[in-house]
């Protein structure tokens, strides 16, 4: 059975920094790609960085040169360190990954960036 548990949200102050983690259970992030996404309130999920199994990287526009995605193969725990946030950064932050065709999601983990 394939978990994500994410963590780290939390209230922080524009300009701060947050890290979130995604533990996984059930896979093993050495071999998978691993996604971040957000939904804001009154908004789509999007995507907002990835890390390939080969250890490729890419983010979305908005967040480029701010946020950097990674991962412990150890601790099989992918993580997003989110620099300079500002309050559009506001939203439940998701961890997401495939195996077999089938899509992975955690609960999500709630960040709120105040001006």
């Known amino acids: 059975q394939v978990q994500l548990v994410e963590s780290g949200g939390e209230l922080v102050q524009a300009g701060g920094s947050l890290r979130l983690s995604c533990a996984a259970s059930g896979i093993f992030v050495s071999i998978r790609d691993m996604d971040w996404y957000r939904q804001a309130p009154g908004k789509q999920r999007e995507l907002v960085a990835g890390?390939?199994?080969?250890?490729?990287?890419k983010y979305v526009d908005f967040v480029k040169g701010r946020f950097t995605i990674s991962k412990d193969n150890a601790k099989n725990t992918a993580y997003l360190q989110m620099n300079n946030l500002n309050p559009e950064d506001t939203a439940v932050y998701y961890c997401h990954t495939r195996r077999g065709g089938m899509h992975y999601w955690g609960k999500g983990t709630l960040v709120t960036v105040s001006s």
């Open positions: 890390l390939t199994s080969e250890g490729n990287t």
